[in-house]
């Protein structure tokens, strides 16, 4: 009933930027948070970066002044703009979405993207 579909990711050397979009799409009602997460080989996934409809965001340690998150409401689309990559950045990027969702009666749920690739070398 909901889709998010992420784009922007690819490989880059150290030092450069690049940004994640990720549009939801389906029976929409509202969407509270929407984030990104990562997860790396052999590593559990994490949260990089969130931000609620109401435009609070909160970062990761290793990403503050780097990454910045920002949404566009109307689009139910949301943003990573990545500077200076570093090679640990490497990951697959998720995009996650709190859905508000109509069908019979108000439901709500979490949803993910099916991830994008990033790579950073050094």
């Known amino acids: 009933q909901v889709q998010l579909v992420e784009s922007g990711g690819g490989l880059v050397q150290a030092g450069g930027s690049l940004r994640l979009s990720c549009a939801a799409s389906?029976?929409?009602?509202?969407?509270?948070?929407m984030g990104w997460y990562r997860q790396a080989p052999g590593k559990q996934r994490e949260l990089v970066a969130a931000?609620?409809?109401?435009?609070?965001?909160n970062y990761a340690d290793s990403v503050k002044g780097r990454f910045t998150i920002s949404r566009d409401n109307a689009k139910n689309t949301v943003y990573l703009q990545m500077n200076s990559l570093k090679p640990e950045d490497t990951a697959v990027y998720y995009c996650?979405?709190?859905?508000?969702?109509?069908?019979?009666?108000?439901?709500?749920?979490?949803?993910w993207g099916r991830g994008t690739q990033v790579t950073v070398s050094s």
């Open positions: 931000a609620t409809s109401g435009g609070s965001t």
């Open positions: 389906g029976r929409i009602f509202s969407i509270n948070a």
């Open positions: 996650n979405a709190d859905v508000l969702y109509y069908t019979d009666s108000y439901h709500r749920n979490d949803y």
